[in-house]
């Protein structure tokens, strides 16, 4: 970061009292581009775009709310210099974290095994460009002075928030909630800041369901009804949905896709935190290997808890008006005229649909990060909001294609019996069926209508994210 401020203030800040204010007087001149004295908003997001691409789209909004103490939506030289000051602070802190060995300087060993500690897992050669990029003076290591320049206006406050650039986050949902779930460190767990990202996450989440719940809804109605004569298709599929039910009704089902977000989330939580515990022997750091199985077994145990709400959900999605007021009285229907196992149709595809979805979810995501680190790491470590974005919008959508025929064996099993007037078949009938009247594209019917609201629900879900966090007091 700040490679002009590196050749010339590094090696003056050098030489002089840590106090020494001269190298933040030069840096703040320079972002004052009118000369009035005080920093704005602009002229900082301004700067930041200028000088290096390590910042976020936030990075500007977050350094004014820690730095603006008088809140005339500008900063002095006084509250520049005291906010640096104090984020100097913070960056020995992560620093030292990092020097492993105590000798002052960081390497590329001690920068493996943080990230690591961290639940990022980088290659050598990948930690190299990593120290590559901080590295100002060709020594391949890392000594306080480069670090605290190249951080010296990344509002990251910590090791942690620094490793957070791939430390992938995945409090956000779109539908298909089986991926793997968030690590929180021991700071986050102590601090209450875990319970306030998973209360922003579900809001976020909450609301991308309710936004795209008309292209859920048309999945749902394609994968169950493919098998009529008269297949349905995108446009022609609202069309009949408006027509039976009018424009409510394209919401159908919705009400049980946001109800089962809370108890889900926690269950699944509270499940991978323990099958980490297990799998992690004598205490040490888990890998990829044991994330993907812990995840997945945590999915297993989530989704046994909260089966039954998908299948009364799915009735409700395929129901016809008026069959059903809500969920309680579809519950009630359902246990009525079909007793409890009804509530675990389609168990065993939806089980074996979690391994796919988070396998390939993992992997694709894992690959595009480490080529992003192979081709960029040695001019920026952090990536960026939109290529964050874009990774984890491919990744999502290799998941749901991978798993995506086990989805339709599951939906098209939890609407057996009310919606379809014939007799309950098993998973391998239902294989042979499809395939023998629908031919293998019978598999994908309702992927279309999944795939468009793939990327709508990412957008929308962040964008809810960033507005619900700020009351949260999320940085």
């Known amino acids: 970061m700040l490679r002009w401020l590196r ?19 030069i840096l703040f001149q320079d972002l004052d581009r009118n ?7 602009a002229e900082l997001r301004e700067g930041l775009k200028n000088w290096s691409s390590t910042f976020g789209m936030q990075s500007e909004k977050e350094i004014f709310k820690a730095g603006d103490t008088n809140a005339d939506s500008g900063l002095d030289l006084q509250e520049f210099i005291q906010y640096l000051k104090d984020h100097e602070k913070k960056m020995r802190l992560a620093f030292n974290s990092l020097d492993l060995n105590k000798d002052g300087v960081i390497e590329t060993s001690e920068i493996i095994t943080g990230l690591k500690s961290l639940g990022v897992d980088v290659s050598e050669a990948q930690a190299k460009n990593i120290l590559r990029s901080m590295d100002s003076d060709g020594t391949m290591t890392i000594d306080w002075d480069e670090w605290k320049y190249y951080f010296l206006l990344h509002p990251a406050k ?38 306030r990202r998973l209360v922003a996450g579900g809001i976020a ?37 408006i027509k039976e039910g009018g424009i409510r009704s394209l919401w159908r089902g919705n009400g049980a896709n946001v109800f089962k977000i809370a108890p889900e ?52 999605t395929v129901g016809k008006t008026g069959q059903y007021s809500g969920i309680i009285d579809c519950g009630k229907k359902l246990l009525k005229q079909e ?8 168990y065993v595809p939806n089980l074996l649909s979690i391994v796919p979805y988070v396998g390939t ?16 790491a040695g001019n920026s470590v952090d990536p960026g909001l939109m290529i964050l974005l874009g990774c984890s919008t491919l990744s999502h959508t290799s998941g749901q294609i991978a798993s ?47 795939i468009i609201k793939v990327l709508p629900a990412i957008f929308i879900s962040c964008v809810a994210y960033e507005i619900v966090k700020r009351p949260l007091e999320l940085t």
């Not at 840590?18 to 007087?25: A, L, R, V």
């Not at 989330?265 to 812990?294: C, H, M, N, P």
């Not at 989530?302 to 009735?315: H, L, M």
């Open 158 to 195: 910590s090791i942690d928030e620094i490793a957070g650039f791939w430390k992938r986050s995945t409090i956000i949902d779109i539908g298909e909630s089986i991926d793997i779930p968030d690590d929180f460190t021991e700071q986050e767990r102590s601090s209450g800041h875990w319970w």
């Open 361 to 376: 979810d993992l992997t694709v995501y894992e690959l595009l990060k480490n080529y992003w680190l192979e081709q960029n």
């Open 339 to 346: 007793g409890v196992r009804t509530f675990y149709k389609g």
């Open 265 to 316: 989330t926690v269950i699944k939580i509270w499940a991978y935190e323990q099958y980490k515990k297990w799998l992690s022997f004598d205490g040490a750091t888990i890998g990829i290997i044991q994330r993907f199985i812990s995840g997945s077994l945590a999915g297993v145990t989530a989704q046994t808890c909260i089966y039954p709400i998908e299948v009364i959900k799915t009735r409700l």
């Open 7 to 25: 050749g010339f203030v590094l090696p003056t800040a050098a030489c002089q009292e840590d106090e020494d204010i001269f190298p933040y007087e």
């Open 35 to 41: 000369g009035d004295g005080v920093v704005d908003i």
């Open 205 to 241: 989440s909450a609301i991308s369901r309710t936004c795209t719940a008309p292209f859920d809804r048309l999945k749902v109605m394609m994968q169950v009804h493919s098998s009529d004569s008269t297949r349905m298709k995108v446009i022609g599929g609202f069309e009949q949905m």
């Open 404 to 450: 995506f025929p086990l989805t339709l064996l599951r939906t098209r099993m939890q609407a057996q019996g009310e919606s379809h007037k014939e007799k309950t078949t098993t998973m391998i009938h239902l294989v042979q069926d499809i395939y023998y009247k629908e031919g293998k594209m019978g598999f994908f019917r309702g992927l279309t209508p999944n």
